[in-house]
């Protein structure tokens, strides 16, 4: 599987533990937030990370994307060990993180700049028009972040990560603050950009949300929490996802659901005995 992996750009991770240290009562410690990862996404895949608060799904994403290092274990993308942030790892997370004093389409341009600093100006804003469009934002181009909603800053910050031509797509639950109607568009324009990418980028999704996990994933993949550790890896074969409506009230995926459900409630369980 490393081989095939190596071959084919996919995210590898190997036994990986993370700690935090920290004092408690005056005594410093050390608090183990991951535990014996062992996950393996091949490239174009589409994999959702589920898991409660304190799964450690977000350090998870940090750790892929070169943002912290891991207290033991290896992290590799296209079987390149991963050390350090690199702009083939683009990162999305919750706050948007757009730049106030520049337009939509500036935020736009300058990460093309990143990649393309000889490429003219004028070029570089037509680039950054085009992802604008993709992701629904062509009314909003010369409009500031303030000027926009929660959902509209959101879809610029997913343009502006795929301006940034990543083949590698770490999303930190994108759309946990969103209203559920804005968060259900979002959700299609992702799975749109995916479905026609060429080549189709690599995307790891972190959510709490059992509904948005088994819409989006091609797998799903479930975190223990306390320590954070895998303990389900489901496939998730939905082949059409275009009527959500007749998608959710399919027996398929209300039995998916029922099953991710149980295994989150019985670690739960599990975590209240050992207590």
Partial sequence: ???????????????????????????????LILQGIDLSVPAEQFVCLL?????????????????????????SWRGEEIAAPD????????????????????????AIARIKPRVAKAERLAEAREHLCRVGL?????????????????????????????SLLLLDEPFGALDPV????????LLD?????????????????????????????????????VIADLSVDFTDRSDRRALFASDAFHESRQRVAET????TLARLVAA
């Fill in 1 to 31: 599987m490393t081989e095939m992996l190596a071959a084919n750009g996919g995210l590898l991770i190997q036994g990986v533990d993370f700690s935090y240290e920290s004092v408690l009562n005056a005594q410093p410690g050390s608090q």
């Fill in 87 to 110: 702009l083939d790892r683009g990162v999305v997370f919750q706050d948007y993180a757009l730049f106030p004093w520049l337009s939509v389409v500036d935020n736009i341009e300058i």
């Fill in 138 to 166: 062509a009314a909003a181009i010369g409009k500031y972040p303030f000027e926009l909603s929660g959902g509209m800053r959101q879809r610029a910050a997913i343009a502006r990560t795929l301006a940034l031509g990543s």
């Fill in 51 to 75: 898991g409660a608060s304190g799964s450690g799904k977000s350090t998870l994403l940090r750790l892929a994307a070169g943002l912290q290092t891991p207290t033991r274990g290896r992290l």
């Fill in 193 to 229: 950009v995916w479905q026609h990418s060429t080549p189709r980028k690599t995307v790891v999704f972190v959510t709490h949300d059992i509904d948005e996990a088994l819409y989006l994933g091609e797998r799903v993949v479930i975190l223990g929490a306390a320590p954070g550790r």
């Fill in 264 to 267: 989150l409630a019985e670690d």
């Fill in 182 to 189: 804005n968060r259900a568009r979002l959700q299609e324009v």
